[in-house]
């Protein structure tokens, strides 16, 4: 009897699931949903980033005290970077005011380097350069390397290899254990750092006697960036846990905002900065591009060939090579895409529109 009762129970269980299935398959049949994303009523970004900037930040007094709660720690930081520690900044709320606090109060002994890690694009190798220039410097002026190590150095430039800027990171230049740069890394795992190449040639670097990172990190899965070698023995990780609650002001300005139209105009704005950021020879490069664009907008963009020959002409660039590295830049971060005209040749068009281009050769004058 118990059997049965059991079987019962069973069928008549099995029964329901079945029904409750078939009715939502045949309430669902045939329907689709005439809904589209870009039936959405968004606003103007303008006006929208105008109504944020009125939003009044609450916890002021809390986020402040929990600040100046974090200055008492400073000199056990200081200690940690003197020990060889890397150090690792995680926690709700954006870190960026923390460190910079930090670098200006409690580490004016020491030569500092920013890098901002929420940018689109980083150049990774200028980064490294510019270390390697710092610590350069700071060996001419502390003036207490010995005179047969100084003529072994070579200058750090361009033209050397990552490897070899790298070497120089960690020479054996001075005896003082002491003398080091602090690279602060706002956003270690942010979009223009996340790749596997990047965040190796980071732990490589924060793994040379002339350099200590000070590092801050936001999302979730962003210890899935290392493996256990370069946690514990390249990066050498001393973490921190400190939530600010303070907004990402910084960290989110150039993410386009997802509840206004703009995406043109967010465009232009990243634009604008990456092309700053860029010799005036890439700027002028650029400009030629745009201009003929502009003058051309029916067409699918400048061939690659005309390019070079209206730069050689303005003296520009001195060989293909040259534009070719310009270009590269160009790619790397978004500025320009490849189409083909109906000749079949390569054409390099700028995804913008008229208006924002005009604007946007403005802001680079």
């Known amino acids: 009897m118990a059997a049965d009762g059991v079987d019962e129970g069973g069928e008549e269980e099995f029964g329901f699931s079945r029904n409750y299935f078939l009715a939502k398959e045949s309430r669902g049949a045939g329907k689709k949903s005439a809904c589209k994303v870009s039936d ?5 970004e303008q006006e929208l980033v105008a109504a944020m ?4 930040p609450k916890h002021e007094k809390e986020i402040a005290a929990l600040r100046d709660g974090y200055r008492g720690s400073y000199s056990q930081w200081v200690f940690e970077l003197r020990c060889g520690f890397g150090m690792l900044f995680y926690g709700f709320g954006s870190k960026k005011a923390l460190l910079e606090d930090f ?14 890690g929420y940018l689109p694009s980083i150049n990774i190798k200028q980064v490294v350069l510019g270390l390697a220039q710092v610590l350069w410097d700071l060996l001419k002026t502390k003036r207490k390397t010995p005179a047969a190590s100084m003529s072994k150095m070579k200058e750090p430039s361009g033209s050397q290899s990552l490897d070899e800027l790298i070497l120089f990171l960690n020479g054996p230049w001075v005896e003082e254990k002491d003398l080091f740069i602090c690279v602060v890394v706002h956003n270690i795992d942010g979009p223009g750092l996340r790749d596997s190449d990047t965040q190796q040639c980071l732990a490589r670097v924060a793994a040379c006697s002339h350099t200590r990172i000070i590092a801050s990190i936001d999302h979730v899965n962003a210890p899935l960036l290392w493996d256990k070698k370069m946690v514990d023995t390249q990066f050498n990780w001393y973490w921190h846990h400190t939530p600010t609650f303070e907004p990402y002001k910084y960290e989110g300005m150039f993410f386009p905002l997802i509840l206004a139209h703009g995406n043109t105009t967010q ?20 400009r030629v591009l745009a201009e003929h664009q502009m003058a051309h907008p029916n067409e699918e963009g400048m061939p690659i060939s005309s390019l070079y020959s209206t730069c050689r002409e303005r003296f520009l660039v001195s060989s293909q090579v040259t534009l070719n590295s310009h270009l590269t830049e160009f790619k790397d971060h978004e500025l320009v895409k490849m189409r083909k005209n109906p000749e079949g040749e390569e054409c390099l068009h700028i995804p913008l529109p008229t208006e924002a281009l005009e604007k946007l ?4 004058a």
Do not use: M, W
Request: charged fraction near 15%.
């Open 53 to 56: 900037s009125e939003i009044k």
């Open 267 to 286: 465009s232009a704005k990243t634009a604008t900065i990456v092309l700053q950021s860029l010799t005036p020879n890439a700027q002028s490069v650029f």
């Open 40 to 44: 959405i009523d968004v606003v103007d």
């Open 103 to 116: 670098a200006s109060t409690a580490l004016t002994d020491y030569s500092v380097v920013v890098v901002n």
């Open 361 to 364: 050769l403005k802001d680079i």
